[in-house]
Every structure is written in structure tokens, then in C-alpha cells.
């Protein structure tokens, strides 16, 4: 019994990734722009201080300098307007 719903499974799933019923959807990735598609960019910076770390017991020191991390990320926002 186990075999047969498993066997189900995989037909359906192989099945249903080859439909191109809503080929049009966003699930598709659909690449017609329209006048109501945006692009919300996101920018947030990450600062990382200098660290110093001194390891006595090894005689061993290490020293990284400050960095700065610019993150840019982009939405884009389709509104569907039905």
C-alpha cells in the first residue's frame, strides 16, 4: 500500500511541473513588464568593529581591521489589479 501512494506521489508531483495552464502566473516567471510592476530596493549597512584578540598562553595575536558591508536588495512587486 505504502508503494502505491508513493507511486502516486511522484506522478503527481512529476505532473504538475510540467503544466503550462497559468503560464502567465508569477509562479512562472513571467517576464511581460507591466505598468504596475515595482522594484522596492532595500540598503542597510553592517559595520564590523576592529577586533584584537591576544592569546597569552600561545603567545599569538591577531588583529582585524574595521569593515563595512553595504546590503542591497531588491523586491519586485507586481499589483494585480482583478
Known amino acids: 500500500m505504502k508503494k502505491i501512494i508513493l507511486g502516486l506521489a511522484i506522478l503527481l508531483a ?29 540598503i542597510d549597512t553592517l559595520y564590523l568593529e576592529e577586533e584584537h584578540v591576544h592569546l597569552e598562553e600561545e603567545c599569538l595575536c591577531s588583529w582585524l581591521p574595521a569593515q563595512t558591508y553595504i546590503i542591497v536588495d531588491t523586491l519586485k512587486v507586481r499589483v494585480c489589479i482583478r
Open 14 to 42: 512529476l505532473g504538475s511541473c510540467k503544466t503550462t495552464k497559468n503560464a502567465n502566473c508569477d509562479a512562472y516567471g513571467s517576464n511581460k513588464k507591466s505598468p504596475l510592476d515595482f522594484d522596492y530596493v532595500m
